[in-house]
């Protein structure tokens, strides 16, 4: 058994910010476990540009924001194992990991999950009809296009406008396919704005809203899907059946953050993140057990998953040196208009960042953090929509000893 | 408002931000804009009106390496209508490992103000 201040399960954006952070602030007794074969996670196969906006000031792809953390990690030798899946993680910090020198067994100080999440598939959804090869997740027709240099498709049908798919949609155009249209089954778009200019109406792709695929026709491969309208529960209308001839259906259904060591390890899920119940430090039940990034909750952009996990890191160097961190005893609770919250739990006593989503399309409305009635903090918007994560920094000034808080659209 | 004055929406893609912005437009010159949030907004509402440029970030054919591709992204926005010919440019190429992330792989592509460059280091096999 090998003894570890830290030991980062994954080597994605929030893995490597987690480690270069947690160096910098002295704690070198550090690992990073990587699954892959490489450092860098899910960016690898995003080859599109738009990342580092806010971090670098420029437009970089997925793979030249992850190299700028890599080549950082590489200068101070902060020692990090690829084709490292960890088997388990147990609710006294040991950490079991089937590696190319074995079974490795760790006992870390501190754990930091930062295993990402996984999307959701078709079984997932439960789509009714036959079950035939080409019906890919976004994600998995971006790793044969972008890493194994596969042209998955032809004639494309593509259902749920998360950003993956829209993003998908423009380059399998750009490499000779034809996108007929993107699906999506709620009454607004789920990706981001920007993405549905650049993405569909540039190449002409039609986006439908309230429809959804309600059948999958083909033997061996795919040979077309059925499209229906959605009433305002969702369900189909019927009659309203139109046939789609495609071999290829892509499915961008949403992202659920990929949590399976953590509830083996007894961390306890938020029902509706799908993430961890986390405090202010990003701790979770577990005491020096901290989440960050897309496993904690999906983000939209890689620049706040970075800058979460440095937050960890902040917090779980204060718990190497301290052995613990302030108790947090002040519940946040998810109000009217709001999907969930990040932290769900504070202390009252210092200046955090508070990051939600709303659950619809609103204008001109306030985000309102309260507590026994009394206004904490407000924020103003012109717009928000579901598709992009609210963050704000709230105050501690004003937040009494006790009273749950509520945040809610107003 | 006169007869020749229209109203145009747009919605800004110069960040993630995604600004609506309303323009108010006559013989091709902006009259006023709202809702955007910087000035990267109005001058993307500019540039929209006179002619719109994009990027494109896709991959070149790489020999030897340990990957079959290496991602390649233009240093600079080219026109809207010439994305497929620097495409086709672009889809000419095959490079040989070792690649190395920022290595310019075509120079003014198309006679344009704009480099390929690679974006993803591919170690050799």
Partial sequence: MEKKDVVIIGGGPAGLAAALEL?????????????????????RQCIHDGFGLSRFGKSLSGPEYAQAFINEIEKRHIPYMTNATVLELTNDKQIYAMTREGLKLYQAKAVVLVMGCRERSRGALGIPGERPSGVFTAGTAQAYMNLYNRMPAKEVVILGSGDIGMIMARRLTLEGAHVQAVFEIMPHPSGLPRNIIQCLE?????????HTVTDIHGGSRLTGV??????EKLAPIPGTEKEYTCDTLILSVGLIPDNLLSTDAGVTLDPHTKGAYVDEHFQTNIPGV???????????LVDFVSLEAEALAHSAASYIHDGMLPPCNLAIKAGNGVGHTIPQKISGDMDFKLSLRVRSHYRDCRIVLRQNGEEIAVKKMKKAIPAEMIQFTVKSEKIQKHGELEVSVE | MSESTIKKTYTCIICPNGCDIEAEIKDGEILSITGHTCPKGEAYVHQELTAPTRTIAPS??????????????????????MIFPVMDEIKKLTIT????????????????????IITKNVKAK
Wanted: charged content about 20%; overall charge negative; glycine content about 8%.
């Fill in chain 1, 290 to 300: 901290f989440a960050a990034g897309n496993v904690l909750h999906v983000h939209d």
């Fill in chain 2, 60 to 81: 070149v054919l790489v020999t030897g390496g340990e990957l079959p591709l290496a991602s390649v992204r233009l240093t600079k926005p080219i026109p809207k209508d």
């Fill in chain 2, 97 to 116: 490992a070792p690649v190395c992330e920022g290595t310019v792989v075509l120079e003014k592509v198309c006679g344009l103000d704009s480099e390929v």
């Fill in chain 1, 202 to 210: 540039d190449y002409n792709i039609p986006l439908y809203l309230n």
């Fill in chain 1, 23 to 43: 160096y910098n602030k002295g704690i070198h007794d550090i690992i990073i476990l990587e699954r892959e074969n490489h450092l860098g996670g899910i960016l």
């Fill in chain 1, 226 to 231: 059925t499209i229906s309208q959605v009433d």
